[in-house]
């Protein structure tokens, strides 16, 4: 069975400074892979996906993901952090028809 | 927002009650999703439909009774629920489900207690 795993259940970071979520996986094959954020009471929104070539993913608000095979790593990442990106954030793997998802990371971003 | 809704966003009922969430999704899917999240646990895939058939039902009480109408609706049905069914019921869509690339895009969710 795919799976993901988040080992932080939170993530501190002062405002401006760059930050990481961190996020590993376990597949058989070729993983298809997604980060998604939520915000206090909303559903879960797409951030980016990495399904093949370039490893580093660029996505929504600034965020970017690593893809690394050999570290079976796929690590969320921003140069520099606002406080509004604090959030919850989830890492997940394709799995047939479903979505595997992680157990989430808090990030707190300070002023 | 996403596209996709879901009411109500808040619910209380008691272990005797019938009620319904409904999940609309404007963005032209086809597959449409229900999921569980509770406090400190995974997402939890319940059902998963596609082209309104299901196709999956990921070991769910029979207590949750799901309906798909059309590609663009989705109900889940409660009945006699347990206070431990009490989380945030996401409703999510995409685009097919045979394609492991395509994201899902989240109602959401409804907030249900049972008392």
């Known amino acids: 069975a795919q799976s993901v795993a988040q080992p932080e259940d939170q993530v501190n970071v002062a405002e401006g400074n760059p930050l990481t979520v961190k996020c590993t996986y376990s597949v058989s094959g070729n993983p298809y892979l997604f980060w998604y954020v939520q915000y206090p009471n909303r559903g879960l929104q797409f951030l980016l996906k990495?399904?093949?070539?370039?490893?580093l993913v660029k996505g929504s608000y600034g965020f970017e993901a690593e893809f690394n095979k050999s570290q079976t790593s796929f690590h969320l990442k921003k140069p520099s952090a606002l406080v509004s990106d604090s959030a919850l954030y989830f890492c997940a793997v394709r799995e047939r028809q479903k979505l595997v998802f992680g157990t989430g990371t808090r990030l707190l971003v300070s002023p | 927002e996403t596209g996709v809704t879901q009411t109500p966003r808040h619910l209380v009922m008691g272990m005797t009650n019938k009620k319904s969430l409904k999940c609309e999704q404007h963005?032209?899917?086809?597959?449409m999703y229900w999921y569980k999240q509770s406090a400190k646990k995974p997402l939890e895939l319940m059902f998963v439909y596609n082209f309104k058939e299901q196709t999956e039902n990921n070991s769910v009480p029979s207590r949750f009774s799901p309906e798909c109408p059309n590609s663009s609706h989705l109900f889940l049905h409660l009945h006699t629920l347990q206070p431990e069914d009490s989380a945030l019921y996401l409703c999510?869509?995409?685009?097919?489900?045979?394609?492991?690339?395509?994201?899902?895009?989240f109602g959401p969710g409804t907030r249900l207690t049972v008392t």
């Open positions: 990495y399904i093949t070539g370039d490893n």
């Open positions: 999510a869509s995409s685009q097919g489900v045979s394609s492991g690339s395509r994201e899902q895009y």
């Open positions: 963005l032209g899917h086809n597959a």
